[in-house]
Nanobody
Framework: VQLQASGGGLAQAEGSLRLSCVPS????????MAWFRQAPGHEREFAAA????????SYAESVKGRFTISRDNAKNTVYLEMKNLKPEDTAVYYC????????????????????WGQGTLVTVSS
């Protein structure tokens, strides 16, 4: 599965952005999905995840209450709505996928995801 992330760009602190992730050649309905991010000089870290049947979502503490992950299986798209952005949210954001039979499975562990997009850069200015 090839994942295409988009929607990144420049935002001011306290602003908003919405990221999208679309797979090519496959439907997302068979996959649990997640967003990770990697700031310059830092490891790639978990941001948010959503289960295959849209039953379970999970968030990193650093984004909880500000970011919302969602999926529209009919549009074959996963979103990350980011509000009240902070300069420390500046990073390349990657979407990730894992095929699973479970409708409730999610994970915050990078190694549990098998497919990755190329990333989209989010820059938040103060």
């Amino acid at each position: 599965v090839q994942l295409q992330a988009s929607g990144g760009g420049l935002a001011q602190a306290e602003g908003s952005l919405r990221l999208s992730c679309v797979p090519s050649g496959r439907t997302i309905s068979s996959y649990a999905m997640a967003w990770f991010r990697q700031a310059p000089g830092h490891e790639r870290e978990f941001a948010a995840a959503i289960s295959r049947e849209n039953i379970v979502t999970s968030y990193a503490e650093s984004v909880k209450g500000r970011f919302t992950i969602s999926r529209d299986n009919a549009k074959n798209t996963v979103y990350l709505e980011m509000k009240n952005l902070k300069p420390e949210d500046t990073a390349v954001y990657y979407c990730a996928a894992r095929s699973t039979a479970s409708g409730r499975w999610t994970s915050s562990l990078r190694d549990n995801y098998h497919y990755w997009g190329q990333g989209t850069l989010v820059t938040v200015s103060s």
